[in-house]
């Protein structure tokens, strides 16, 4: 009796009365958890308890609106299991007393028809429903189907657009495949009649260069920028925006490859025989200046650097350029071919 008066005075702590539920062990959000009301201080206001318990409500009444809910697709779920259970049933009905028909009376056979009727009716809606879902299905599928046809279009499109740019950009490049079957390009950066004759010089050179470190160029590349210094008089500053490395790359690569050149193509340059000179002398040539023509000689100057030297200065100065400059003197066969060349 005492331990019932003592439950009962407990009551007058919590909001609601012992009729309601009391709350879980751990739903702390209940307003019935702890006890909230008349603890002997205001540390707990009212206003906090009616938002505890209007939340409480809601929350009680959403929770029972989604059982509800549950509980009707459940009913509905199983309600079309009975009917096509029923139909079935009623389709097997149907065929045992097509067998048993002399033994039915009319009035059974008027019922039993009557229930089929109903069920096919029924079956009926059950198929139209399910037609227009599938229907819909078929026209999303459609969509899905016609949104990824534009989709693989749209990536054909780019895909030929970027391989354009791309074929574009290569033949701007000074590549070797960009002077590949080019023999005009290539002859008119390099100043060798074709890209084969070009390839095979290459090799010629390219065995007896030094390559210690890791280099922006392949050996390729390199070749084409002594080429086209010699063969353009491109500034360095030129090259290197050309092939992308800087001044002093440029630089150190003309001077590796400009000395091996003058070794391993020291041989083409012959002094040819009297007999060999008229053999093959052009026409045009014989008929301006004769066959005693064996060689023309020509000098010219190359602006360099002002030396350090007040010698080497006072020696390379050129009065005619008021440069200083190198001087060679080179001898021209009628042929058109380089026969010698003087040292600086």
């Not at 109903?118 to 969509?143: G, M, R």
């Not at 040539?285 to 602006?303: D, L, P």
Request: hydrophobic share 40%.
């Amino acid at each position: 009796m005492l331990f019932e008066k003592e439950r009962l005075g407990c009551k007058d702590y919590f909001i609601y009365s012992l009729v309601r539920e009391r709350a879980e062990l751990l739903d702390t959000a209940n307003p019935e958890w702890a006890p909230t009301v008349d603890l002997g201080h205001d540390k707990i206001k009212n206003s906090v308890t009616q938002l505890a318990v209007s939340r409480n409500a809601r929350a009680q009444k959403s929770n029972e609106n989604k059982r509800k809910y549950d509980e009707m697709a459940s009913c509905s779920t199983s309600r079309k299991i009975d009917e096509w259970r029923l139909f079935k049933k009623n389709i097997m009905l149907m065929v045992v007393s097509d067998f048993n028909a002399a033994s039915c009376s009319l009035n059974e056979s008027i019922d039993l028809s009557d229930n089929i009727n109903d069920d096919i009716d029924n079956h009926n809606k059950c198929c139209q429903t399910e037609n227009i879902v599938l229907a819909e299905k078929c026209c999303q599928t459609d969509l899905d189907m016609a949104q990824l046809g534009r989709q693989q279009t749209y990536m054909q499109h780019i895909t030929d657009e970027l391989s354009s740019t791309k074929e574009q950009l290569l033949s701007t490049q000074l590549t070797e495949d960009s002077f590949r079957d080019h023999d005009e390009k290539t002859k008119c950066y390099t100043g060798i009649p074709s890209f084969s004759l070009l390839m095979h010089v290459l090799n010629l050179i390219a065995p007896h260069i030094k390559r210690n470190t890791p280099n922006a160029l392949c050996q390729f590349q390199e070749f084409l920028v002594v080429l086209i210094r010699l063969k353009l008089n491109s500034p360095l500053q030129d090259l290197a925006y050309r092939f992308h490395i800087s001044v002093p790359t440029a630089q150190r690569v003309f001077d590796r490859w400009i000395h091996v050149m003058s070794v391993r193509l020291n041989f083409l340059i012959q002094w040819p025989e009297h007999e060999e000179l008229q053999a093959t002398m052009p026409m045009v040539f014989q008929r301006n200046f004769g066959k005693k023509v064996a060689v023309i000689i020509e000098c010219f100057e190359i602006f360099i650097e002002r030396p350090s030297s007040l010698i080497a200065t006072a020696m390379t100065w050129s009065n005619y350029k008021h440069h200083n400059t190198v001087k060679f003197l080179i001898g021209v066969t009628p042929q058109g071919v380089i026969s010698f060349i003087s040292e600086a």
